[in-house]
């Protein structure tokens, strides 16, 4: 019926199981039924659809099951009695289920399970660990593609290259790639930030000094053209470079040697040279802030690095890669589902590949070993509603939710006393206070769904009410979140 793959059902209860059995008939549900001494390693070898966990007599067997699930996370599980508190703490337990089961109680459970799973699945393929090729350049995107393509033209020139891009986009992979893929792979690979670098010192750090150069120049030291002899020097954020600079490196580029700072001896730079800016050169050339003639010797080979959200279908494959590195630092990898991955890939990733890796990083923190849904991402990360299944009976009347949602209203040890509401006096004929408390709420949502561009769940959160009661007075008041937006 709901199109998920077998359900495996647990009960020590012949009857019970039988039970289940026709049940699960009636629905057409594929399902398996097993007492607790029936589960071992072999069963969870399967493709679960969902996990229905009844009567359970010993306490080792609930422990031990409950190890298996903690294991395979990756399938949803429904308590039938008794073990909600045991399995509140599983990042894939969906909820739990009252006897005597009815239609519409276990059909809500099923779609709960199907949403846990996810209405699509991405099978990432295993990332190639025996060619190092482009190995940092995670992604199948025509985007990322056309990037490769553009590698493998220009590596086994001498060709200078400029690599264009956001901040966050990858154009130190780019260059690393560049520089193993020539014939200069051998030799050293030299990053230098001229963004980073003080403009009083950046000639020192590219050129070198002498002894005695400036104060402070003890010693005579080698810069970085130097550090990059027979190899590739990469300037990121060339942007950056103030003009007295950009002269400099221009005579370099041209004339291909330079002197230290404070020396007289002229040293021959054998280097390729590869710049980075996520600024416009073109405009800067038109503002008098960069030297048209530098701009045309770096611009020989221009690569322009996509955006993230230019290239969202590579997000599972960035995902695996991110956490590959990361379990390969000591890290306990965190497992995505299906849905998750969906709210990320609608987000518009303003930060990039970076953004990407610090929020990886921060879910490795908070959830070492355990199972990512929506609700464990960030708010700004959440793009779909994430359902919460409760038996029928647990849900509020909606008396009661409006009773609890004009409680929160008109509270006022929460708020600050210019934002509690007042009314400076009543009419003298009165008025309708059903009508206008309902006009003020009706507004309060809109004005919610529309600061959350729709998103329910945020809205809630917003309006500091649970997602349900909020979805109970849409209905109620026949509002569209797609309407609204």
């Not at 879910?363 to 700004?380: A, F, Q, R, S, T």
Request: overall charge negative; some cysteine; hydrophobic content about 40%.
């Amino acid at each position: 019926m709901q199109g998920l793959a077998k359900t495996l059902v647990i009960d020590d209860d012949q009857q019970y199981r039988h039970d289940f059995s026709v049940i699960l008939n009636f629905l057409g549900e594929q399902h398996v039924t097993l007492s607790s001494e029936e589960i071992d390693n072999s069963v969870w070898g399967n493709a679960w659809g969902a996990c229905l966990l009844g009567n359970i007599k010993a306490d080792k067997a609930v422990s031990r099951i409950l190890d298996f699930l903690r294991i395979n996370n990756h399938i949803p599980v429904i308590a039938l009695s008794g073990h909600e508190q045991a399995l509140a703490g599983l990042p894939n337990y969906v909820g739990n289920l009252e006897l005597p089961l009815n239609y519409s109680q276990l059909t809500n459970a099923f779609r709960h399970c199907q949403e846990f799973l996810g209405k699509r699945a991405f099978q990432a393929p295993q990332l190639g660990r025996k060619n190092t090729l482009f190995r940092s350049m995670v992604g199948r995107s025509e985007a990322i593609s056309e990037i490769r393509h553009l590698i493998e033209q220009v590596s086994t020139t001498e060709a200078s290259v400029l690599i264009l891009g956001e901040s966050g986009t990858g154009k130190e992979v780019v260059a690393r790639n560049i520089h193993y893929h020539s014939n200069r792979g051998k030799g050293p690979f030299v990053p230098v930030n001229c963004g980073a670098i003080p403009p009083d010192l950046l000639e020192s750090e590219l050129f070198g000094h002498e002894k005695g150069a400036f104060t402070g120049a003890i010693s005579a030291r080698k810069g970085r053209f130097e550090l990059a002899e027979g190899g590739t020097l990469f300037l990121d954020e060339i942007g950056d470079m103030p003009m007295s600079m950009q002269v400099k490196l221009l005579r370099v580029l041209q004339e291909r040697c330079f002197e230290r700072v404070g020396g007289t001896e002229t040293i021959k730079a054998n280097v390729r040279i590869v710049a980075a800016t996520h600024r416009n050169l073109e405009e800067m050339i038109s503002d008098n802030t960069f030297r048209e003639d530098l701009y045309y010797r770096l611009n020989v080979f221009p690569i322009e690095m996509p955006a993230l959200r230019g290239r969202i279908e590579d997000i599972p494959l960035l995902l695996q890669e991110l956490l590959a590195r990361m379990e390969a630092e000591g890290a306990k990898p965190v497992y995505f589902t299906p849905r998750a991955i969906t709210s990320l890939m609608d987000h518009d990733w303003p930060g990039n590949i970076r953004e990407l890796a610090n929020l990886v990083e921060r879910l490795i923190i908070l959830y070492p070993g355990e199972m990512v849904d929506v609700n464990h991402l960030p708010m700004k990360y959440r793009y779909c509603d994430l359902p919460e299944f409760q038996p029928e009976e647990n849900f509020l009347s909606l008396e009661d939710q409006e009773r609890a949602a004009l409680a929160d209203m008109f509270a006022t040890d929460s708020r600050e006393p210019e934002e509690t509401l007042s009314l400076s006096g009543l009419p003298p004929e009165g008025l309708n206070l059903k009508e206008m408390l309902a006009e003020l709420e009706v507004d309060m949502i809109r004005q919610a769904l529309e600061a959350q561009s729709g998103v329910v769940a945020r809205a809630a959160d917003m309006l500091g009410m649970r997602r349900t009661t909020l979805v109970e007075k849409m209905r109620k008041y026949g509002l569209n979140k797609e309407e609204i937006r």
